[in-house]
């Protein structure tokens, strides 16, 4: 993964970074298939209309969205996502200082949906599309590609995910509560709001110190 810290909890705002009167950018991942990318707007700021290629996913970190998509407008508040068709021609306005997370697929031969198991072009609670189950932890992927898997997961307090590595670098994202995750001999404590990237071929293991949920963002070398 590009331009992220490894190794190293940091928060949304060091993901996106705000700056007055200004877009910046921060490129996590591309490939021939995708890119993931963080953005940064501050108040007033905008992004001309687009058109996705074959779908883009748009989650609010920070702040207030105004997201305007074939006609139709909605406002995404931190931690809430929408999920775009291709083809849909979108804009997008900081209604205050806030950023995202965008994962864009390109246009492919097969002409297929990515992301699967949440709903299209509607305003949804990321956290909201997986349930913490007592006793138990849970998981539901909606990516599932030779070069990138994203999957969310739901661990019951004191719930482990055995010691393991991972063919690509690994971004967790705390939706909610809290966990222990251990890279290689090394503990680091992960919050809602926060997020870690592990590292490739590198054992690492997580504990629910509370329940919590995340999103995992696998990239692999590939395409």
Do not use: W
């Amino acid at each position: 993964m590009r331009d992220l810290p490894i190794a190293t909890v940091f928060s949304n705002s060091e993901l996106a970074i705000i700056l007055p009167d200004q877009i910046i950018s921060t490129a996590i991942a591309e490939t021939t298939i995708y890119d993931i990318t963080a953005f940064g707007l501050g108040m007033g700021e905008s992004i001309s209309t687009e058109i996705v290629g074959l779908e883009k996913l748009i989650y609010c970190l920070e702040g207030q969205l105004e997201v305007t998509h074939n006609e139709q407008v909605v406002i995404l508040e931190a931690g809430s996502m929408i999920l775009l068709d291709r083809g849909s021609r979108h804009a997008i306005k900081a209604k205050n200082k806030a950023s995202f997370q965008q994962i864009h697929f390109y246009q492919t031969e097969e002409n297929r949906q990515m992301i699967h198991k949440i709903p299209h072009n509607e305003t949804i609670q990321l956290a909201d599309q997986i349930d913490i189950v007592p006793n138990r932890k849970s998981s539901k992927s909606l990516v599932q590609h030779e070069t990138l898997t994203l999957t969310l997961f739901a661990l019951d307090q004191g719930q482990q995910i055995a010691r393991h590595t991972a063919t690509g670098d690994a971004l967790v994202q705390i939706l909610e509560g809290e966990a222990l995750i251990t890279i290689d001999q090394t503990d680091y404590t992960v919050k809602k709001g926060e997020s870690i990237v592990m590292p490739a071929e590198i054992p690492h293991a997580l504990e629910a110190v509370e329940a919590f949920k995340m999103l995992l963002t696998v990239v692999k070398t590939g395409k």
